[in-house]
């Protein structure tokens, strides 16, 4: 359950934050807009982490609290890994089009 607050953050600073200034800067590039889009970048990369690692830790104690490794319990598991890629997918998402936004800003720049 945990996971979901935490994708909720990885959505809110990946597609509100750096999205929305990328945005912004595509539209009306200054330096102070691209100066915050370095430490917004590395707060979506830093939040995807986090919310895999927790994804990771819950599969894993989900695997380790069953007590046994039925199928069934290895195919829960599974699931809930592959569920863990999901942050890191869509925060690499927003990010890379926020710095095609950016170098659409700079382009007008120039």
């Known amino acids: 359950m945990i996971g979901i607050y935490l994708m909720g953050f990885v ?9 929305g200034t990328a945005l912004a800067y595509a539209i009306r590039p200054t330096e102070g807009k691209l100066m915050l889009m370095r430490p917004l970048s590395l707060a979506a990369i830093f ?4 919310s895999s690692s927790v994804g990771f830790a819950t599969a894993l104690r989900g695997a380790g ?3 046994t490794w039925s ?3 290895q195919g829960n598991m599974l699931v809930g890994l592959s569920e863990s890629f999901i942050p890191p997918f869509v925060a690499f998402a927003f990010l890379a089009i926020a710095w095609l936004l950016v170098a659409l800003g700079m382009r007008r720049q120039a």
Do not use: N
């Not at 959505?11 to 999205?19: L, P, R």
């Not at 939040?47 to 986090?50: G, N, V, Y």
């Open 11 to 19: 959505i809110v600073v990946s597609g509100v934050g750096v999205f």
């Open 47 to 50: 939040a995807s982490i986090c």
């Open 65 to 67: 609290a069953a007590g």
């Open 71 to 73: 199928p069934e319990g």
